[in-house]
């Protein structure tokens, strides 16, 4: 199975008996958004799941970034303490590939939350270090959406049990002008769980609440999906198509082409699972993390491929657990623990380590570029849950690798 009409009926069984889509409106005044500035409603959004764009997300204040109190002069944080203490919503980088650059600005895409958060999600594109330039507002109690945003466009996901799911889209020079597909995968799937934007059309996961995810390729223009046809997980752009992971038996790492169906590159081994990939965004090489069954976990890496013969796999270094990985020009950026966070030469596996500012743990990398490196970090108040940060290191400051591969 390579594609899927986006009109496929979707299974009204699914649906909770208390909602008639006739009565699927939201009635919800403007002046109930708590982010200040401008806000207009997208006329085109689905009745249950009603959207707003920010006229000016120029508003929304930069991140506040700071010098670390660890007193190196390569390091600044900052705590998205707007929010309240006790939620991790006051910075939620949101997706499978939350960050974009344009013209060597790196942009993420995030959940911002207010003081007062109770019917909305705010979604927000902004420069890491700099202005925001796009806001949406979601309605969130009959509402779950998906934001992603990328140098192709931006890409909402929708699902209500009133209407079930739709996909929008808006080009990044308007995004007041988004239009809507009610579009599902197969009919038992229902939220989005990635939206990422690509040449054409939308790179989604997609899933069934608590149990399965797929992935697919959203055509723009003939509105439907390509896929492989079976369970699979953490789309990532290569070339025409995408690399994904494959709930199969072996697992696979497979390329997906354009058409849909897919092709197999890598097979665990007996007893080793794939935990996460991704593409360099500079070089196309593939990047993943292999367990082998007794907490090894293996970095590897091969040149770009779509078929499993032209897959030149290489070992770069092993750790005890990898959970993601960000990957530019030949290095990639790893959180090793909560303490500790790494940068690795693809070439050789040498790398450098990071240290934690005091109050922060490591969540998971960015970004990087030749200049920095950017993580999400969470910081705990007495206990109780963390409000999510992020931290930034200046690479020049960094001098040559001193970690070893670990091989």
């Not at 594109?125 to 992603?148: L, N, R």
Request: net charge negative; hydrophobic share 40%.
């Amino acid at each position: 199975m390579g594609a899927v009409d986006a009109s496929t009926a979707q299974d009204s069984s699914r649906l909770d008996a208390g909602f008639d889509a006739r009565d699927a409106n939201v009635s919800v005044d403007a002046g109930e958004l708590d982010i200040p500035g401008e806000w207009e409603k997208i006329q085109a959004s689905p009745g249950s799941c009603p959207l707003w764009t920010l006229r000016d997300a120029s508003v929304i204040p930069p991140l506040p970034w700071k010098a670390c109190a660890n007193g190196r002069p390569d390091c600044r944080f900052f705590s998205a303490d707007w929010e309240e203490r006790g939620v991790v919503w006051g910075f939620m980088p949101w997706g499978n590939d939350p960050v974009h650059e344009r013209s060597g600005d790196p942009r993420v895409a995030y959940v911002r939350g207010t003081r007062h958060q109770s019917k909305f999600l705010y979604f927000v594109s902004q420069s890491i270090e700099g202005q925001a330039h796009v806001a949406y507002a979601a309605y969130a109690p009959t509402c779950a959406s998906m934001f992603g945003a990328s140098q192709y466009g931006l890409a909402i996901g929708l699902y209500s049990e009133a209407e079930g799911s739709f996909l929008g889209f808006a080009p990044l020079a308007s995004p007041g002008a988004m239009t809507f597909t009610k579009a599902a995968i197969e009919p038992t799937l229902d939220a989005f769980s990635g939206t990422t934007p690509v040449a054409n059309g939308i790179l989604v996961e997609q899933v069934a609440f608590g149990s399965r995810n797929h992935a697919a390729r959203f055509d723009l223009q003939n509105k439907t999906f390509y896929g492989p046809g079976i369970l699979s997980e953490q789309p990532v752009k290569l070339g025409e198509g995408f690399i994904a992971l494959m709930a199969t038996s072996p697992p696979v790492i497979a390329y997906v082409p354009p058409a849909g169906g897919y092709q197999p590159l890598r097979r665990a081994a007996p007893g080793h699972q794939f935990f996460t990939l991704t593409v360099d965004h500079d070089t196309s090489a593939i990047v993943w993390a292999e367990d082998d069954g007794n907490e090894n976990m293996t970095i590897w890496t091969s040149p770009a491929a779509t078929t499993e013969a032209a897959m030149q796999p290489r070992r770069v270094a092993k750790l005890r657990f990898v959970s993601k990985i960000a990957a530019r020009n030949g290095v990639i950026a790893i959180k090793v623990n909560d303490n500790l966070a790494r940068l690795i030469r693809l070439s050789d596996g040498l790398g450098w380590d990071l240290p934690k500012e005091d109050g922060l743990e490591f969540s998971t990398p960015l970004w990087l570029t030749e200049e920095a490196v950017w993580f999400l970090a969470s910081r705990r108040y007495n206990g109780g849950f963390p409000f999510n940060s992020g931290i930034r290191y200046a690479r020049n400051a960094l001098g040559p690798p001193t970690v070893p591969s670990g091989l």
